[in-house]
């Protein structure tokens, strides 16, 4: 579950048990890096082998103080790519944009704050201030007052255009950064031990803007307060689209995530409260009951396929679930004028080559009925047909004409895209069965109740 991984990575400080030497010739690992970057021995970090994984890590840092993502920075590089990634620091406009999404550019300074702590060398502490810097000129500024901050990030910086300019929870970027300048603001963490006391309440202000940003992009519908989605508008804060398999919607991922960073602050406010609170009781109304998703495997352990399966003791959500009342009225028409503004696709079959307008794809398969439930899509550039289309069935259901080009095609996900995704989880209860009951008994302490509700109006 990623929301477990992703808790566990924000704690995670022993060793990995079992994990090949990480020598000049012998550094490989099926570790991912944003894992491995946080996991060593803290005997590891003054080593030969980790001042060869810092030197990479110093050498793929943007011009702009960030890094880009899924590059395994500890692998052993080859001259010929060092030179490679040297040149693109000045070469390619695309290199010099540092990103944030996918755990990207947090890892990096937390590895060099840590090597800094471990060694003393300038150079780790000089590379993770400049990612500091880029976590803080990256942030939107407040269109309406630019000297102070709208709150969000967007995924690279500078912007590149697209749905990655967009505010980004997706893959817990803001989570991350947000936990990120809660450390830099407390001396006893490893991070906070490099910021420089003139830092401090640009950091701070950083910090209650990305907070207020949270607050204030908790969705609205028809006057309660909902959840998060995975990305939103920066200027209207309406939910918005990412690639074409992530509609606008609700997320009960990043939206779970979202709800352990605010439970775990020490002094929540009441606005915090009532965020909370109704967010959680959005998840049990939207809650599959009885049902979990399972996966399935050939002879050989392979995954072949995900199924939803009975099982009195689980439940599910959609990782997409459908926006309804006034948001989706508002939100659904907007985002099929934007796709109209996109090029149509074309699919080649049997010498006949079918034309798909994209914004027809999502609005004649949008269903208005089928509001707070899961949602899926397909991303696939071969799949003209399946872009940004709004499907409602997790299983393979039998092919129907499309209204476009009346070509045959199974409206619902298939196995490839099952076993890829994870359109559907559990992960809600890892809050609402863990840390919630705990949480809400103290603000029921705290603020006290009112008509069986915690009193935080």
Not at 4 to 32: C, F, N, P, Q
Not at 45 to 70: E, F, I, M
């Amino acid at each position: 579950m990623k929301l477990r991984r992703y808790l566990i990575a924000m704690t995670a400080v022993a060793s990995l048990s079992g994990m090949a030497a990480y020598g000049s010739t012998e550094r490989t690992s099926d570790t991912k890096w944003t894992r491995f970057s946080h996991t060593q021995a803290d005997g590891w970090y003054t080593t030969d082998d980790a001042r060869g994984v810092a030197d990479n890590v110093l050498l793929y840092q943007k011009n702009s103080g960030g890094w880009p993502k899924n590059i395994p920075m500890h692998m052993a590089m080859s001259d010929a790519d060092r030179e490679r990634v040297a040149g693109e620091k000045d070469s390619k406009e695309a290199s010099k944009k540092g990103c944030m999404d996918n755990d990207a550019t947090t890892s990096e300074i937390r590895f060099l704050a840590r090597m800094w702590r471990a060694n003393g060398d300038s150079i780790y502490i000089d590379g993770a201030r400049r990612g500091v810097r880029f976590i803080l000129d990256s942030q939107y500024p407040n269109a309406e007052a630019p000297d102070t901050r709208a709150g969000g990030w967007p995924q690279y910086y500078p912007l590149r255009g697209g749905y990655s300019d967009y505010f980004t929870f997706n893959d817990n970027l803001h989570i991350n950064n947000m936990v990120l300048l809660r450390d830099l603001l407390d001396p006893s963490t490893e991070v906070g031990a490099i910021l420089p006391v003139e830092w401090h309440a640009d950091v701070e202000q950083a910090y209650r803007a990305g907070l207020q940003c949270i607050l204030d992009c908790q969705v609205v519908e028809d006057g309660v307060k909902t959840m998060w989605c995975a990305q939103h508008d920066p200027y209207t804060l309406l939910p918005a689209e990412g690639r074409p398999h992530e509609l606008p919607a609700y997320s009960a991922d990043e939206g779970t995530s979202i709800l352990w960073f605010l439970m775990s602050l020490d002094e929540p406010t009441a606005e915090i409260v009532d965020a909370v609170e109704h967010a959680v009781a959005f998840l049990e109304k939207t809650a599959i009951e009885g049902k979990k998703p399972e996966f399935v495997y050939n002879d050989r352990g392979s995954r072949i396929d995900e199924v939803v399966v009975d099982c009195d003791s689980s439940r599910m959500w959609g990782r997409f679930i459908q926006l309804g009342g006034d948001v989706a009225a508002r939100v659904y028409p907007d985002f099929f004028e934007r796709l109209k503004e996109r090029r149509p696709r074309t699919l080649s079959v049997g010498g006949d080559t079918l034309r798909y307008e994209l914004w027809r794809n999502a609005a004649e398969s949008y269903d208005a009925a089928r509001a707070h439930r899961p949602i899926y899509s397909i991303y696939d550039d071969t799949r003209p047909h399946h872009l940004f289309r709004f499907l409602y069935s997790f299983s393979d259901l039998e092919p129907v004409a499309d209204s476009q080009c009346g070509y045959m095609f199974a409206p619902s996900l298939n196995a490839a895209r099952r076993i890829r995704y994870r359109y559907l989880g559990t992960w809600p209860d890892f809050i609402l069965k863990g840390q919630y009951p705990e949480w809400h008994a103290r603000m029921e302490r705290k603020f006290g109740k009112k008509e069986g509700k915690i009193n935080a109006s």
